[in-house]
């Protein structure tokens, strides 16, 4: 198709292009200013990128690149009804001619170009670009074969159902599939890599055109094992992986020979291709079900993922040195990263409260809770491993994966080598071998207690090294056998041996001068308080006082870790916070941050999520506080509805509001109410009740995290000063329904979880007077029984659902009673795994008066129910008279002969904990 571009509005736009790469704010934003008039005011805008991508050779190549990318961004925005049909025909038309372009940034943008084209498109909508690029792959012009494997590769990679479809009755796929099984054959290694990336992302279950190439692909694999290229090979290793995953059967009867290529592989050169060898023991190790068939690689892998785990000369670079003392070094603005606040009402678990009769079940979309799942151990387990996936964070994956499947097998093999590599001069083995002992700590915690009495001494010795790195990864691995560390508080002379020295050790490291080891002593500090809990309380003190001492040390990034560390001491010691010797060494030091930071600082932000565990802590000890924490959260959600309903109306004169403000703000509403109790009347008496004006703004606002916040504070009111919300009951109610949805988003699960734990707390406020909730009855249960019914909803809500309705049911069980069988399995099954607690107490008694209103509703559904009464482990007297009374009852009301028969399939350990407990 011809276009003629205007030569004025070219010059203009091309002029307006080139000041895109000005590094002046100032011509930045003059220049998108200028972009979005051209978008707005000029017809076939698109038509003009295009020409100016592919035809303007003679223009510098990053504008027309700039070009590419505007058009590649604009062609996947709605169009405008005039021009831009024009103009996206003239794009079709011409942007294939750019894979020739001998430029291969051009190149390449022209690939994204053609990649939203199609993304665009219905599939098999734009048949002639998807032939030309199918003929170009074997184009004489090497420029254009380049280009067209790199289009092809960008499709696969981001719309790969776009070239596996039906076309004219044929499918484009099978050809391609031959196509690139062909060129991994070809002279130039470019071209190899191509084809082997573009075959790896159709590796999928159901790609047709892949399975009946399977034993040609992996023959080709074969071949390009020994590739002089070491991007062939880690294609290579990397589509062996994947091929693991999906096609076991093809790979497993050649695991010898493919064994033996991944270890020496694993030991090459290349770190790339060293990465993608150790990738495959990561994947093979985190399959159950071949377990059996990497148990003979053990001897040769353990070693190899330990090797893998010394430190790279480009690690050590990408950490920049390893300098004693950088405390005093500014902190990067990209090294402090991004944090989601916002408090969410789950239920704790227990890994088994009562013998198993089935297994729990679990939701399809449920997350691995894994330590190691690869963003967690990226970024939270051990920092000094952030940045790129790596060969040394890979192989420590691995090896926890392969000790966690094969415990004290993987510890015999590793032991060994431990030992020369602990004990070793050169302090980058040292540090790779501390780094392990944390790896393999979930795993082989059986096989290690008997070494730890000599283990741990040297850590805490380890603490002492004069390298940083050394000094960091011991936190991290002394964080990892917390759970033993605490155990010997009680044992012998446990504390003095191990308990107290870790403690003072890591206090040491929160107050040293790296900022590294500062940031890995907070974090694993945190973790000892964690498991630690009340344990604590007799070091109170030299805590507080090393916690404080940080203050004055830290930067911006570990403010934020000491933020964390502070808070998870409050919540693991409560109550003994709020002694006054206590609070007069932690609170002065919060109070100077919290004056010294304006309203809109973003480092606010942490210390009011801080001040949100210790408000709750100290309990009312930290009344004298709580009036200006009060009034200036009330300032912060005032301010900053203000400036979201300023933004909503005019986007362009205003930045988008930080919600994170808002919720926060709200958390420390809820710390304070939890922490003062009825106290909190006065505060909101005092302000006017503004409290709940801003409470409900929030609970009507579009961001998810901030109606979250908000109904957490609406619940902790209920509990703590129910009378201040009771008169606004019938116009709450509705709103928090409202929020209760039966299929949410993953962004709306929080928000639903609030919503329905706030509805429970609210009912438990009308025990006296039942009548004024039924109402709201009825449209709870009709959004609560779905989500509890439904295999697909996350865990967390299916419990608060559970929770809920049992509490409904102590209030009002005649409304709910006569619909119990449809839902008793579900409720049962939802809270076997909870904690015992006071929420799941007041759940169960419900449930029992809904039984008692409605015996017949459990009486299919009763091996369920029995199976969730042997789970408790501590239930309230009245809970377990309510236990007593039902049992008894149903096996009188059924007779011995009818019981005999009904429990005969029963699984012994739940026959055996009835009979203990209550003699049924």
């Known amino acids: 198709m011809s276009f003629q571009p205007s030569e004025q509005a070219l010059q203009e736009l091309i002029v307006t292009l080139r000041g895109s790469t000005n590094p002046s704010s100032d011509v930045q934003r003059q220049t998108q ?44 925005r709605p169009f405008a009804p005039e021009g831009e ?123 047709q055109a892949i399975m009946v190439q399977i034993d040609n692909i992996i023959a080709a694999l074969f071949r390009r094992a020994s590739d002089a290229s070491p991007d062939v090979r880690a294609a ?71 090797n893998g785990m010394v430190y790279s000369q480009s690690d050590l670079d990408w950490l920049g040195g390893d300098e004693e003392e950088d405390e005093n070094v500014p902190d990067k603005a990209e090294d402090i990263k991004p944090r989601f606040y916002g408090k969410t009402h789950n239920q704790e678990h227990v890994e088994s409260s009562g013998p198993k009769a089935v297994p729990a079940p679990k939701a399809e979309d449920e997350d691995d809770d894994s330590d190691y799942a690869d963003d967690d151990y990226d970024e939270d387990d051990e920092d000094d491993l952030q940045g790129e996936w790596n060969l040394r964070k890979c192989s420590a994956a ?125 974090s694993a500090f945190a973790t000892l308080e964690e498991e630690a ?50 609070l007069q060494v932690l609170i002065p030091p919060l109070m100077q941050k919290w004056l010294s930071l304006s309203n809109d600082d973003i480092a606010l932000v942490p210390l009011l999520e801080c001040l949100s565990s210790v408000a709750i802590g100290a309990g009312t000890s930290f009344a004298p506080y709580a009036p200006g924490i009060f009034e200036r959260c009330l300032q912060i959600i005032h301010k900053e509805l203000q400036v979201f309903q300023a933004w909503t109306q005019n986007p362009d004169g205003y930045e988008e509001p930080d919600s994170s403000f808002v919720v926060v703000a709200l958390d420390l509403l809820s710390g304070l109410c939890q922490g003062l109790g009825l106290n909190i009347v006065e505060l909101v008496n005092n302000s006017g009740n503004s409290i709940l004006q801003l409470m409900s703004s929030c609970l009507h606002h579009p961001e998810d995290s901030i109606r979250q916040s908000a109904l957490a504070l609406l619940g ?82 299916s419990e608060n659902a559970a929770v809920t309705i049992g509490r409904m049911g102590l209030i009002s069980p005649a409304p709910i009673a006569p619909h119990l069988a449809h839902f008793a399995k579900a409720w049962c099954t939802a809270l076997w795994e909870i904690k015992d607690n006071d929420e799941k107490d007041s759940a169960f008694r419900g449930f029992c008066m809904l039984i008692q209103a409605n015996p017949a509703g459990i009486q299919e559904d009763f091996f369920w129910f029995c199976n969730a009464v042997v789970k408790w482990q501590t239930p309230s007297v009245e809970l377990d008279d309510m236990f007593r009374k039902i049992l008894g009852g149903f096996k009188q009301m059924m007779g011995d002969a009818t019981w005999t028969q009904m429990i005969a399939g029963w699984p012994p350990a739940l026959l055996q904990r009835l009979n203990e407990k209550y003699g049924v």
């Open 33 to 76: 200013e200028r972009l979005e008039q051209f978008s707005s005011h000029l017809p076939g805008y698109l038509a003009y990128l295009a020409h100016i991508l592919i035809q303007c050779s003679n223009e510098d190549d990053t504008t027309r690149s700039v070009a590419g990318l505007i058009l590649k961004n604009a062609i996947v």
């Open 85 to 207: 049909v024009v103009g996206m025909d003239y794009v079709k038309s011409i942007v294939l001619q750019g894979m020739r372009d001998p430029n291969q940034t051009v190149r390449q943008t022209v690939g994204t170009v053609i990649v939203n084209i199609m993304a665009r498109e219905e599939d098999g909508a734009w048949p002639e670009g998807l032939e030309a690029l199918m003929k170009a792959v074997d184009s004489a012009d090497p420029n254009e074969q380049e280009g067209a494997f790199n289009s092809l590769q960008k499709l696969a990679e981001d719309c790969s159902k776009k070239v596996d479809c039906e076309i004219n009755g044929q499918r484009p796929l099978n050809y391609l599939v031959e196509r690139f099984l062909a060129h991994t054959e070809h002279q130039n290694p470019r071209i190899r890599v191509y084809a082997l990336t573009c075959l790896k992302h159709y590796y999928q279950p159901g790609v």
């Open 236 to 306: 290579v290793c990397q589509s062996l992986s994947i091929l693991l995953n999906i096609r076991p059967d093809k790979i497993l009867p050649q695991m010898s020979n493919v064994a033996e290529y991944m270890i020496y592989s694993a030991q090459d050169q290349d770190e790339s291709v060293a990465l993608e060898a150790s990738e495959f023991w990561l994947t093979f190790g985190e399959d159950p079900s071949m377990v059996d068939q990497l148990r003979p690689f053990l001897p040769q892998v353990g070693p190899l993922l330990l």
């Open 398 to 522: 691995a090896l926890d994966i392969m000790a966690v499947s094969f415990g004290d097998e993987m510890l015999t093999v590793l032991l060994p080598h431990l030992r020369d590599k602990l004990f070793s001069t050169d302090w980058l083995q040292k540090e790779s071998s501390i780094l392990a002992l944390g790896a393999i700590a979930e795993g082989c915690m059986d096989g290690l207690v008997p070494h730890l009495p000599t283990l741990l001494p040297f850590l805490i010795g380890a603490l002492s090294d004069p390298k940083p790195l050394v000094r960091s990864i011991t936190c991290w691995t002394i964080g990892r056998y917390s759970s033993w560390i605490v155990e010997q508080v009680d044992s012998g002379n446990g504390r003095d041996a191990y308990f107290v020295p870790v403690l003072e050790g890591l206090l040491r490291m929160i107050l040293d001068p790296n900022k590294r080891v500062q940031e890995a002593g907070c």
């Open 533 to 582: 809990g009340t344990a604590l309380e007799p070091y109170m003190q030299p805590i507080l006082q090393s916690l404080v001492a940080a203050f004055h040390k830290y930067q911006q990034r570990n403010l934020l870790i000491l933020y964390d560390a502070i808070g998870t001491l409050a919540d693991s010691v409560g109550p003994a916070l709020s002694k006054e010797e206590h």
């Open 716 to 797: 902790d009111i209920a509990i703590a000063a129910f009378p201040l919300v009771h008169p606004h009951i019938a116009e709450i109610m509705p709103i928090v329904i409202e929020q209760i949805l039966t299929d949410p988003s993953d962004t709306q699960v929080s928000v639903c979880n609030n919503a329905t734990w706030a509805v429970g707390e609210i009912a438990l406020q009308f025990a006296q007077d039942a009548t004024q909730f039924e109402p709201f009855v009825a449209p709870v249960m009709d959004r609560l029984v779905p989500i509890l019914c439904n295999s697909r909803s996350p865990r967390s809500l």
